[in-house]
C-alpha cells in the first residue's frame, strides 16, 4: 500500500502517475479538505474533486481543475439569477456537488460519499478525505482575514500571507480509513502540494502525525518549490510571507523530523548538501510534470526513492530487502 | 388587477396570453406548489417554473416545460453517479433549483424566492406561489399511495387514480400577497389547468375559497377537458378515476359555486344548455392553443367574456360599467 498525501492540482498530478504506475487497489490517496467550502448552498471539496476527476481521466487538462469539456449554462443561469460568478463550476462539476451535498445530507460521512463519487467514476484507488468534520482554512492578509477561496480565486492570491489557521481543525479527527490505510503503507509520500496550506491541514488534524511517526514504511517528499517559485499557485508567497525560506531546503526544514527523503528539482540540484546536512537523502530529478508521461516518471523515480530509503534503513538493521510497490507490467 | 389560477403547461399558456395582453404589472398567477418535491437533495416547483419561464419567454417550446435551448450535462453526470434520471432536468433549470434551494435554506419564503427568481428573469407579472408551506399531493392507485412526481412522470400517469390527497394542507394558508392580489381583483381567470391537482390544492390551502367568495370581481374558467379528452396530462382519467363526469359539463360542476363563467371549446358547444343549467354563464371558442397567437386569443375572449360577467352583473345591479382591464395598446 503507497499512501500519498496530496492537495490540488500538483498533488493530483504525482497522484495519477502513481496510479498508472502501481494496482490501483495498493493506492490511497488523503486529500486536503480544508479548501472545502459551501457555495450556492452546496458542498464544494476543491482538492478532492481535482484528484478524483484526475484520477478518473475526466479532469480538464487545460486548467487541472473541473470536468474535461465541460459547459457552463448553470452557472450562466445562477449569474442572470443575481449570483457573482467568482467561482467556476461547469456543469457536469455541478453534478459532484449536488450527489456530495444530497448524500451529506442525508448523513453520510464525507469519506463515503468520496468513495461512492470516485467509485461510480471508476477509480479504483482509495481517496480519502483527510477527515469527516469540516474545516476552513482562514488567511490572515493586510486586507484582514479571508476564507481560503476568498482569498485563493476571488482576489487571485494577491494579497500578503501575514497567518494562516484552520477553523475547526481542533474538532477534527484522522478517518478510520486513513488510519488503516496508514497503517499498511509501505511508503508514504507526500506530493508537490502547498506545505502550508494543503498538508498543513492534513498534518494538523489529530492522529496523523503520531501516525506517520508510528509507521516504519519510508517517507518522502516531493518538493512543491523549484528554482525558488511554485510551479502553480501561491506556496512561494506563503513561505515568504510566514518566515520560511522559499526554496526546496525551505520545503525539507519544514519537512524536517517526518521525512526521510525530499524530491528536488535539478533546478535545486546547489541545495542538495544543505538539505542532506538536515539528515533528509536527497534526489535530484525532474518534477516538473508537464505530461502524462511525467507524471508516470515521477512516480516511478519518488517510488524508486522511496525503496532505496527502506533498503537503506534495512542495511542498518539488518532486515530483508522488500518490493513494497506490485508494479504495472 | 386580473388574478389568474395556474397549474402547469396548459395554465401557463394562457397566463402567458395574458401577460401579453394587458400591461404586466396588473396581472398576478397564483401557482399550484403542490407538486413541488425533492430530487437530489433541491427543492423543484415544477408548476412555477413553467409558468415563470413561460411568461419570461425562454419555455422549451417543444416539452412545455423547462428551459429553450438547455443542455443535460449536470442530469447525465448525476445518472454516473447512480441516480436515475426519472425527472428531466437541464442544465439552466438546475440553476434555478439550485438558487431556490440555496435561498429558502437561508430562510426566505418561496413568496420571495419565486418573486426574486421570476423577477431577474425580467416577468414583471407577480408570480405567487399558493402557500409557503409544503404542501405534496399524493394519489392513491391500485399500486399504493405515489406521490405526485412518481405518479406522473416516473409513472407516466398510467395508474388509474382511485384517490387525491394534499400532505401539509392543514398547515398551508393563502399568502399575504395572493390574499392582496385577489383583494384587488377585478377580473379571476381559472386558467385551463387539472381541476383535481392544479386547481385543487390551491382552493384547499385555507383562505382561497372566502377570499374568491368575498370578492366582487366576476370569475370565469377555461374548462381543459376538450372533446371528453385532457389536452396534456391525466385530468381526463382523474375526473373519471374520482367518479367525475369527464367533459366540460363536468369542469362545470366542480366549479359550480365558484364561477360565474366558463370558457368551452367549440367541439363542446353541444354543452352549452346543460351548464347554464348549473347558472353558469358559457363561452364557446376555440380553447386550443397551437400558438402564441391563440394563447393572446383567448386571453383576450376570455377577459371580454369576464367584462360581460360584470356588465350583466352591473346591469341588474343598476352599477355603471368598469373596464377592468388597462389592455397593451
Not at 490540488?8 to 490501483?24: D, E, F, I, N, S
Not at 448553470?74 to 456543469?91: N, V
Not at 487571485?156 to 480509513?177: C, L, R
Request: some cysteine; charged content about 15%.
Amino acid at each position: 500500500m503507497i499512501v500519498a498525501l496530496a492537495g490540488g492540482v500538483g498533488g493530483a498530478k504525482l497522484a495519477h502517475g502513481l496510479y498508472q504506475l502501481v494496482q490501483p487497489h495498493t493506492l490511497a490517496v488523503i486529500v486536503n479538505t480544508a479548501d472545502d467550502f459551501n457555495l450556492f448552498g452546496l458542498r464544494i471539496s476543491p482538492d478532492a474533486d481535482t484528484v478524483m476527476y484526475t484520477l478518473a481521466g475526466v479532469a480538464n487538462p487545460a486548467t487541472g481543475w473541473g470536468v474535461a469539456g465541460d459547459t457552463w449554462n448553470t452557472l450562466e443561469m445562477l449569474t442572470r439569477y443575481g449570483y457573482e460568478p467568482w467561482f467556476r463550476l461547469g456543469d457536469r462539476d455541478f453534478a459532484t456537488h449536488i450527489a456530495r451535498s444530497e448524500q451529506l445530507g442525508a448523513g453520510r460521512s464525507l469519506t463515503d460519499v468520496t468513495q461512492t463519487l470516485s467509485g461510480a467514476l471508476g477509480v479504483h484507488a482509495q481517496l480519502l478525505p483527510m477527515c469527516d468534520e469540516p474545516v476552513a482554512t482562514q488567511v490572515d492578509t493586510p486586507s484582514g482575514q479571508l476564507p481560503f477561496q476568498d482569498y485563493f480565486v476571488r482576489r487571485h492570491h494577491q494579497d500578503p500571507v501575514t497567518g494562516v489557521s484552520f477553523t475547526g481543525i481542533e474538532n477534527a479527527t484522522m478517518t478510520k480509513a486513513a488510519a488503516a490505510a496508514i497503517e499498511r503503507a509501505t511508503l508514504i509520500i507526500i506530493c508537490p502540494s502547498n506545505p502550508i496550506v494543503s498538508i498543513g491541514p492534513i498534518l494538523a488534524v489529530a492522529g496523523y502525525r503520531d501516525a506517520l511517526g508510528r509507521s516504519k514504511a519510508p517517507k518522502v517528499a516531493v518538493s512543491p518549490i523549484v528554482g525558488g517559485k511554485a510551479l502553480r499557485g501561491p506556496a512561494d508567497q506563503m513561505l515568504a510571507g510566514l518566515g520560511h525560506e522559499v526554496s526546496a531546503f525551505g520545503v525539507a526544514q519544514m519537512y524536517r523530523g517526518l521525512i526521510d527523503g525530499l524530491v528536488i528539482d535539478e533546478a535545486d540540484a546547489d541545495q542538495q548538501a544543505r538539505i542532506s546536512a538536515l539528515g533528509i537523502r536527497v534526489l535530484v530529478t525532474n518534477t516538473v510534470m508537464n505530461d502524462e508521461a511525467d507524471r508516470v516518471q515521477l512516480a516511478r523515480e519518488t517510488v524508486a526513492f522511496g525503496q532505496a530509503q527502506l533498503n537503506a534503513g534495512n542495511q542498518q538493521a539488518g532486515r530483508s530487502q522488500l518490493d513494497i510497490t506490485s508494479q504495472r507490467p
